[in-house]
């Protein structure tokens, strides 16, 4: 099976901080992703990657970056988070037939 | 641009009362369409790929049905186990699914 692990479940961190959120996939996978998902507005793509040291933004890449220095981690950064960023974060992976297979969540909460 | 719109919005069903899900996409090419089930604060799980129309997929009491311009997930005598967020989404562009808002099926037993 699949695995895409997320380096946590529930984070609460202050307005300011930088904060590093983990992905890793145990697929050997070239594609991950990561989304943020608020009540009524779905899933929304932050950045993705296509292969190591390569990244592309999605839809809403404002105040985050991220780093794929190995093939099966893929990490989300907050530069500076701000409470508008409280949010449940989700990173998937993409196998040979784009079927996505997503993490279990971090739930984010800045305060 | 690839659309995806999913209907309803919310779903209530009593245990045992079948139902659809429907999904409707605008794409420039149809290279598959995706059903996830998503239960409250996790991620979502991958449930079929339909490929092509007139295909059919099942597992348990859901069953995806695929035509040239919607999906319709059929949920036969739901359990309230069965009650979750489903998602549809169509493979685009650069490797980038596009996903559905979302039904929220909730099964009252």
């Known amino acids: 099976d699949v695995k895409v692990t997320q380096s946590s479940r529930y984070l609460v961190k202050r307005t300011g901080e930088k904060v590093f959120l983990e992905c890793v996939q145990d697929?050997?996978?070239?594609?991950m992703f990561w989304y943020r998902q608020d009540p009524g507005l779905g899933l929304r793509l932050i950045y993705f990657?296509?292969?190591?040291?390569?990244?592309e933004k999605g839809d809403i890449p404002e105040g985050y970056s991220v780093s794929r220095e190995k093939k099966e981690r893929f990490s989300l950064i907050l530069e500076s988070a701000s409470t508008n960023q409280t949010s449940m974060y989700l990173c998937?992976?993409?196998?040979?037939?784009?079927?996505?297979?997503f993490g279990p969540g971090t739930r984010l909460t800045v305060l | 641009e690839d659309q995806v719109t999913q209907s309803p919005e919310a779903l209530r069903l009593q245990e045992g009362e079948s139902s659809s899900l429907n999904c409707s996409y605008t794409?420039?090419?149809?290279?598959?369409l995706f059903w996830y089930r998503q239960d409250p604060g996790k991620g979502p799980e991958f449930l079929f790929t339909?490929?092509?129309a007139g295909e059919e997929k099942e597992k348990e009491r859901l069953k995806a049905t695929l035509t040239k311009k919607e999906s319709f997930l059929h949920i036969t005598a739901p359990k309230p186990e069965d009650s979750a967020t489903y998602l549809c989404?169509?493979?685009?562009?650069?490797?980038?699914?596009?996903f559905g808002r979302g039904t929220s099926l909730i099964v009252h037993p």
């Open positions: 990657s296509y292969d190591v040291k390569m990244k």
């Open positions: 998937a992976s993409t196998d040979y037939y784009n079927e996505q297979f």
């Open positions: 989404a169509v493979p685009g562009g650069s490797y980038i699914p596009t």
């Open positions: 794409v420039s090419g149809l290279r598959g």
């Open positions: 339909l490929y092509s």
């Open positions: 697929m050997d996978h070239e594609n």
